[in-house]
């Protein structure tokens, strides 16, 4: 069956895309819908880190079995004989699930990202390459070694940085869809519109006939009591259901075109704390069902539904 690639991508920082990356890894890993592959590609690493743990983390950063180190390899030291298949950390997930080990694999990425993504735009400009030529490098160069996989892997999610680089470019190309989570809010609504407008709108790929699914995160609706605007008048004001409202608005209009996922995820502590159950944390193994307590499991499992459904 067919690798496909989901692109989980946000100008901005702090909308829940690493949980949200996460998240989704578990419960499509949960279905048993194939092996799943999560691809960090976020300088911060949290993804790597939530996945793997400190001590699984801090070993694939000693012996360069990182994302960035294969790139600099592959581009850089003009190795050929680099295959992502030696990067890939197998069966690194501690979570359970119906008595199993939840079959979720990491390529990882390191703090020293950024610096590799600098050697290598340094040397390629250097050798005459343009960032668009760039771009394309290194996009070529990961769709060969995916298909060298074999189709091991089902489903390929990938953490890209916030704002745009050269590889989250690459992973967009890539993606057979792109997942933007967004909070609604005003500055959240800012970058989404920005996302749509100057980035997404000029780029190709495999999903082009998909338009990218925007996901509502950190959904907390609160009604508090300001002033409201255009008046001069106090009233109740209820900021995020507005947005939402904003950006379903915008999703109908089709300009630019993006489809609003059914699915929202609401701001709630389980999530944080589900992010810290990695390898090194002392509760050693914990089910699906004690990672994602209650409501948060039943929207994450919801939301793999509509993903699935989606790729089609």
């Known amino acids: 069956m067919k ?9 901005k920082g702090g909308v829940g895309k690493t949980s949200t990356v996460v998240g989704l890894a578990d419960a499509l890993a949960a279905k048993s819908v194939g092996s799943i ?48 298949a030696e990067y890939i950390r197998p069966n690194v997930s501690n979570t359970r699930h119906q008595r199993k080990q939840l079959d979720l694999s990491l390529l990882a990425s390191s703090t020293t990202l950024r610096a590799s993504e600098r ?26 070694e995916i298909a060298a996989l074999n189709g091991k892997y089902r489903y390929i999610i990938i953490d890209c940085a916030p704002g745009i680089s050269p590889f989250t470019t690459a992973a967009i190309g890539l ?5 933007v989570p ?4 005003a500055p959240s609504f800012l970058g989404l519109a920005a996302f749509l407008n100057s980035v997404h709108r000029d780029m190709t790929y495999n999903g082009s006939q998909r ?5 509502l995160t ?34 109908k209009t089709g300009t630019p075109a993006f ?26 193994a914990p089910t699906l069902a004690q990672k994602y307590p209650d409501k948060l499991g039943k929207l994450l499992d919801k939301l793999a539904d509509e993903i699935l459904e989606s790729l089609k």
């Open 3 to 11: 690798t496909q690639l989901i692109a989980v991508v946000n100008m």
């Open 37 to 84: 592959l999560v691809a960090d590609v976020d300088t911060q690493a949290t993804a790597s880190y939530c996945i793997a743990g400190d001590r699984v983390l801090t070993e694939l950063i000693k012996t360069d079995k990182t994302i960035d180190q294969f790139l600099v390899r592959t581009l850089v030291d003009e190795d050929r004989t680099a295959h992502l």
């Open 119 to 144: 050697e290598i735009v340094r040397k390629l400009t250097s050798n005459g390459h343009s960032l668009v030529a760039i771009e394309q490098r290194i996009s070529g160069i990961l769709r060969d």
């Open 175 to 179: 993606a057979d869809l792109v997942l």
């Open 182 to 185: 967004t909070i609604p809010d």
């Open 211 to 215: 338009p990218p699914h925007v996901l």
């Open 218 to 251: 950190r959904y907390a609706p609160t009604t508090i009591m300001g002033w409201l605007p255009g008046t001069k008048n106090r009233g109740r004001l209820n900021h995020q259901e507005d947005y939402r409202k904003r950006i379903a608005d915008l999703a």
């Open 259 to 284: 489809k609003l996922m059914k699915t929202i995820m609401i701001e709630t502590p389980s999530m944080p704390h589900a992010m810290s159950l990695g390898a090194e944390n002392p509760q050693v």
